[in-house]
């Protein structure tokens, strides 16, 4: 057919225009409620699963299972409600042998993609390039050491300080009493602290 | 100087903002006079503002913004069609009303039921990409596809391995479209995905094939050979135009 233009069927003008162009009530609804959660369904996936890729699926999958339940969904905190659904796709992907087969990342390939994803976050309080560079390298530090602590511990403290669940929240997301919350918390707070013992101090003294 | 064991829950309630008001105030009270426990405390906080470093918190990125942006689009367009009650107003309108709903009963169902179509086929498309979702038999190898839609599928596609024409094989999986159940072949182009639905063809569509773009994905319909085709990608119209040349050429022409 080479050079043909792509073939149209005719169209009346108001066979395509009269057709209503606003989205059923629940989608304009999802986007409003349970959208704007999308990042921290990123991060929440990230962290569980360590790895960008599969955390990206978990998501989309979430994304999915959340809104054909949204019509079921009986108000509440939306991020807590799809922090289940995502903690849910998490936990169906390690059963699907997900996380066993981790691909081991280069390094040096690793902290140069993270560098590139930071330097695409706004920081509206950065004043001179070093400055920026020194919160980049700290963010990064940051991320590997709460990589590195181990579960249940990582969970409990991503939902609480990078979320900002309360106590009631993280326990009936993770199904264990709020004393369990608490007591993985401090256990995490004091891993974290010790693993940025060398470069706590460092880090107080850049902010001062 | 270490802090009091049996203070280590209130201090992380005090910063948590979890300690009911008698129990805050003690344990503020307490931080004044026991340096261990207000050393710690102060640690905590250093974490938290560390914590909260921009860069430490993950942000979807936003190949994953527009998936999930298409699929609300996709899975909203699959409800219930609502455009039938359209009708209503121009047929309450006298005569006038009445030929333009006999126009529009002749010119806009058709167009409506393809419509639907097309979003069943953006929304199975989408649906693909998720997680595990992709493939039923992942092989490059068109010989394992084959016999494998065999029993499964009344219709028996060409499944040509196109890579030298830059679209690889990647696998086979069954789908459901416009009331059969259909195969998807899955090809690649660089990073991105096409399936090819096929399914019985009803009525014959002009050679040329139908193109639409809808929710930023682009679906090009053909028959060929008694069978319906429809490839589904968010790949360049062009490309895609050039994937159906190829999936062509590498088919035995039924016709001749």
């Given at each position: 057919?080479?050079?043909?233009?792509?073939?149209?069927?005719?169209?009346?003008?108001?066979?395509?225009?009269?057709?209503?162009?606003?989205e059923p009530d629940h989608a304009r609804q999802f986007r409003e409620v349970v959208l704007p959660h999308l990042d921290a369904a990123y991060n929440f996936a990230r962290y569980l699963s360590r790895d960008p890729t599969a955390a990206e699926d978990i998501v989309q999958d979430a994304f999915l299972r959340a809104f054909k339940a949204f019509p079921n969904w009986r108000g509440g905190a939306p991020k807590a409600w799809l922090f289940a659904i995502v903690r849910n796709c998490f936990l169906d992907w390690v059963a699907g042998g997900g996380g066993a087969h981790k691909v081991l990342v280069d390094e040096g390939a690793l902290s140069e993609a993270q560098a590139q994803a930071l330097a695409n976050v706004a920081d509206p309080d950065q004043t001179t390039p070093e400055e920026a560079?020194?919160?980049?390298?700290?963010?990064?530090?940051?991320?590997?050491?709460?990589?590195?602590?181990?579960?249940?511990?990582?969970?409990?403290?991503?939902?609480?300080?990078?979320?900002?669940?309360?106590?009631?929240e993280i326990a009936a997301l993770t199904a264990v009493p709020i004393g369990t919350v608490m007591s993985r918390l401090a256990r995490a707070r004091q891993m974290l602290c010790d693993m940025l013992q060398p470069q706590g101090a460092a880090l107080q003294e850049a902010r001062r | 100087m270490s802090a009091c064991p049996d203070k280590a829950m209130l201090i992380h309630g005090l910063l948590d903002g979890e300690l009911d008001a008698i129990n805050a105030a003690a344990c503020e009270a307490h931080l004044t006079t026991c340096e261990g426990c207000n050393a710690e405390y102060q640690r905590l906080i250093a974490l938290r503002e560390a914590l909260a470093t921009p860069g430490v918190a993950h942000r979807a990125p936003e190949r994953l913004r527009a998936g999930v942006e298409a699929l609300i689009?996709?899975?909203?367009?699959?409800?219930?069609?609502?455009?039938?009650r359209r009708a209503a107003p121009w047929a309450a309108s006298g005569v006038a009303g009445l030929l333009a709903a006999g126009l529009a009963v002749m010119l806009v169902l058709p167009q409506v039921a393809d419509n639907g179509l097309e979003q069943q086929l953006v929304a199975s498309h989408v649906r693909s990409l998720l997680a595990n979702h992709l493939t039923d038999v992942?092989?490059?190898?068109?010989?394992?596809?084959?016999?494998?839609?065999?029993?499964?599928?009344?219709?028996?596609?060409?499944?040509?391995?196109?890579?030298?024409?830059g679209f690889p094989l990647v696998g086979g999986r069954l789908d459901y479209i416009d009331g059969h159940v259909a195969p998807a072949i899955v090809y690649r182009r660089?990073?991105?995905?096409?399936?090819l639905f096929v399914w019985p063809a009803e009525r014959r569509l002009f050679d040329g094939g139908r193109m639409v773009r809808r929710e930023g994905y682009t679906v090009l319909e053909w028959t060929a050979g008694g069978l319906r085709y429809a490839a589904v990608s968010d790949i360049d119209p062009g490309d895609l135009r050039q994937f159906k040349a190829a999936f062509e050429a590498h088919s035995p022409d039924p016709s001749h």
């Open positions: 057919m080479g050079e043909r233009k792509p073939f149209f069927r005719p169209r009346l003008a108001f066979s395509r225009d009269a057709r209503p162009p606003r560079l020194i919160r980049r390298r700290e963010a990064e530090t940051l991320r590997a050491v709460i990589e590195n602590l181990p579960e249940p511990f990582r969970e409990t403290l991503v939902l609480r300080e990078l979320e900002e669940l309360s106590y009631k | 689009g996709a899975e909203a367009g699959s409800e219930p069609a609502r455009p039938i992942a092989t490059s190898d068109q010989h394992v596809i084959r016999p494998w839609l065999n029993g499964k599928v009344d219709v028996a596609p060409p499944v040509p391995e196109l890579a030298p024409e660089r990073a991105h995905t096409v399936n």
